[in-house]
């Protein structure tokens, strides 16, 4: 936590602050202390040493001789008065040692404290002068020793001596000892108090930190309403105003954003309504222009039919003009509501393999029927064209779409080229009219609906400007394009391609293909047993990803799918293929031991069916899910391909 | 179309007529009237009602062997006539046609569902019209026969 590893550097490196304040302290108290012990010791030596010099030499004088227990008796009582004495020592003039304490038994401290060992090997050969003399003397054991010489003169003055004292600073090392234990006690407890002290201070400091740390990651985690509003007068406080304001304008933006987010769905769901009133409009529209065409075209289909009596030849040719100009008419009350139909979503396109030559020659046809004498349609279609794979009505619906608009666009009696050529994957289809052709900025926008070349042309040629769209609206949906070439003035081309039936499906072109992805070998072993010997080519994988690229590849009319693969899940490949343009539309059956209708039917399931099933159910509802879509599609194209 | 064409054209309409009632119910009196005119000039006895309630009246009074109903009719629908003819017992068993100038799909497969036999989309072409009329007019009579024999 970033909270406790401020505070504890804090901490840390104030205790070490006062650690060392107090460790330097000690030092210098300890150097000052020892000198000062040092030298009191050293002046206790020297007074003690001027007094004590007149006993001992006195004694000496008098008992050298005579009575020794009496000397001893003196010297002995002379050094109980200084407890830092360890020995003493009598010197004559010439300096020769004459008495040393040594041979004394000096109480209960004496043995320890009379080894003074070097005076005796190396005794000292001092000249005794007058003037008392004091020295520090190290001895090879490392100890030290105040020594003083302090001369005596008898009163008569008969005999001179010296007397020499010893000292020892071994309170100066017990004196240290004591206060370093004093020292000690004092040190912890400042150190204590240094710890205490940080403490304090560094949660009086560091507390604002702390809560704009925890307000900042608050805001940060979303919750805008926060504020942190702290008063402690400071950089602190400027700091949290700043967050709490920017929180706030956060807050009012994220606000803003919602409301015009809100906005803009209600204009969406306005516009979406808008669209679809006017697709209903034009759905309506369209089948209102029909009923009158009933009455219209059934009576000139009366007339030319003989049931009305017989028509001379100027009454046959003038109906001929009529149901012509019919004809019309329908094409476009019908064109009209293929485009409302495609702007609902339900335009349909349901790929099979098919003969591109019957279709093109019915659209000729049909073309022709309408258009009369003023077309020239020249149709060139080769007679070894493979079989394509595409929707044959919609295509058709393409083509003659794509005529219908070169002939607007051609001069009167000029020729509309109507080709139809083999490529490497498949067979091109090139539309080419000898017309204004469509200038560069223009070659974008003729797909557009209701777009003509200019308003004029609208007078000029006619029509709705619905065609190009539709023409592209279906060949996006069959995964083809259209292509235009065009030199203003020069005539315009349109192309498409659509792919070869044996390059898309790899199978016999008219069966319906399954693809089976399931790792139960025995649900598919079965189950593809029964249904090839029903008429179905199946293919199958036990994998997802195998599936994938099997479906990719082979293109299958419907799909039997597990939703416990051993690769993954199988609801993911299902709504993958319903997302796929290539695959959306297809047709997938569920067939699983896990009850997941709902979910399976809203991933876009065509069908839903719980393991263990029976082949002939799944073929059942293959037939089911496959119907649902067949009628539809046929009835369409045969009432869109009729004019 | 020569005369002679119009003469076996003639000959052969009174054929497939055969006295065959047929009832054709819309909104539309120009369509009525056509429809009218082509199927006495085909030989079949036309009667024609101009909203769902007549049509239903005419159906159980005449006993129509065929119906002809447009769906889009103002107060009662093609949908709702449909229903009611179904329901009633000696309506139930003529075959409807639907006319209607409708033609998505789902109309199509709905009006299947709902009892009629078959669907023509206006504007029609008479031809096939009557093709189809005749068509379903010959699968009932192969069914009254099939019912009636052993």
């Known amino acids: ?643 | 179309m020569s005369e002679s064409d119009t003469v076996r054209t003639a000959a052969r309409a009174a054929a497939e007529g055969a006295g065959k009632t047929i009832l054709a119910i819309d909104d539309e009196a120009d369509v009525l009237s056509f429809l009218k005119l082509v199927l006495e000039k085909r030989g079949y006895r036309a009667v024609t009602a101009a909203n769902g309630t007549e049509g239903l009246i005419r159906a159980h009074v005449e006993q129509p062997d065929l119906i002809l109903l447009d769906i889009m009719m103002e107060e009662m629908d093609g949908w709702e006539t449909l229903r009611l003819l179904k329901l009633d017992e000696t309506s139930r068993e003529i075959p409807v046609v639907i006319l209607s100038a409708r033609a998505e799909p789902r109309d199509k497969i709905r009006a299947l569902q709902e009892g009629a036999v078959d669907y023509i989309t206006k504007p029609f072409s008479v031809r096939d019209s009557l093709e189809k009329i005749r068509a379903v007019l010959d699968d009932a009579a192969d069914a009254a026969a099939a019912g009636a024999g052993p």
């Open chain 1, 1 to 643: 936590m970033v909270k406790a590893g401020i505070r504890r550097r804090f901490v840390v490196a104030l205790s070490a602050l006062v650690g060392l304040v107090v460790l330097v302290e000690t030092a210098v108290l300890v150097v000052f202390a020892r000198r000062h012990v040092r030298e009191e010791i050293e002046q206790r030596a020297l007074a003690y040493a001027e007094l004590a010099v007149v006993p001992v030499c006195d004694a000496f004088a008098r008992y050298s001789q005579s009575g020794i227990s009496k000397l001893h008796g003196i010297v002995h009582d002379t050094a109980e008065l200084n407890p830092d004495l360890r020995a003493l020592a009598v010197y004559d003039t010439a300096g020769e040692l004459v008495f040393h304490s040594d041979s004394l038994e000096v109480g209960a401290r004496a043995p320890q404290l009379v080894h003074v060992g070097p005076e005796r090997e190396r005794p000292l050969r001092i000249p005794v002068g007058e003037q008392r003399r004091a020295w520090t003397e190290t001895l090879a054991s490392g100890e030290d020793f105040y020594v003083v010489l302090v001369p005596y003169v008898e009163e008569w003055g008969a005999r001179r001596f010296a007397a020499g004292f010893y000292f020892s600073y071994d309170d100066v090392r017990a004196a240290m000892r004591a206060m370093a234990a004093r020292i000690v006690v004092v040190g912890l407890v400042a150190l204590l108090l240094g710890v205490a002290f940080a403490w304090i201070l560094s949660a009086g400091s560091l507390g604002p930190v702390e809560r704009l740390t925890a307000g900042a990651r608050r805001l940060a985690e979303g919750e805008l309403g926060h504020r942190i509003a702290l008063a402690t007068g400071d950089e602190f406080e400027v700091l949290s105003e700043a967050l709490d304001l920017m929180a706030a304008r956060l807050a009012s933006t994220i606000e803003d954003l919602e409301a015009s987010n809100q906005r803009l769905g209600r204009l969406n769901e306005e516009l979406r309504e808008l669209d679809r009133v006017k697709g209903d409009l034009l759905a309506n529209v369209s089948h209102e222009l029909r009923t009158p065409l009933t009455a219209i075209s059934g009576y000139v289909e009366a007339f030319q039919e003989g049931l009305l009596g017989e028509l001379d030849e100027a009454q046959a040719a003038s109906l001929e003009v009529v149901e012509r100009n019919l004809r019309r008419l329908r094409a476009m009350i019908d064109q009209l509501l293929s485009y409302s139909r495609m702007e609902s979503g339900r335009l349909k396109v349901e790929a099979r393999p098919f003969a591109l030559a019957p279709v093109v020659r019915h659209v000729a046809e049909a073309v022709t029927a309408i258009h009369g004498k003023e077309l020239d349609l020249r149709c060139r279609l080769p007679s070894d064209l493979p079989e394509v794979y595409g929707d044959a009505g919609r295509i058709a619906q393409v083509i003659e779409n794509l005529v219908t608009n070169a002939v607007k666009f051609s001069p009167p009696g000029a020729p509309v080229e109507l080709a139809a050529e083999a490529t490497a994957h498949g067979v091109e289809v090139a539309v080419a009219d000898r017309g204004i052709g469509i200038p560069e900025p223009e070659r974008e926008k003729v797909f557009d609906r209701f777009y003509q070349v200019d308003a004029s042309a609208r007078r000029r040629f006619g029509g709705m400007g619905l065609g190009l769209a539709i023409v592209r609206e279906i060949l996006e949906a069959s995964h083809s394009e259209i292509r235009l070439e065009s030199r203003a003035g020069g005539g315009s081309v349109f192309r498409f391609e659509l792919p070869c039936a044996a390059e898309r499906t790899g199978n016999v072109p008219g069966r319906v293909r399954v693809a089976l992805v399931d790792d139960d070998a025995g649900f598919v072993q079965a189950t593809a047993a029964h249904l090839s010997s029903r008429g179905f080519a199946v293919e199958t994988a036990a994998t997802a990803a195998q599936g994938r690229a099997m479906i990719e590849r082979v293109r299958p009319d419907a799909v039997v799918l597990d939703r416990l693969l051993p690769d993954g899940d199988g609801f993911e490949l299902l709504a993958e293929l319903g997302k796929s343009p290539a695959t959306r539309g297809l047709p997938v059956i569920v067939a699983t031991v896990r009850r997941e209708r709902r979910l399976g039917l809203r991933l876009g399931a065509a069908a839903y069916l719980v393991k263990p099933v029976a082949p002939e159910r799944v073929e059942e509802t293959l037939r089911e899910a496959l119907g649902a879509a067949t009628p539809e599609r046929e009835e369409v194209n045969v009432e869109e391909m009729t004019p």
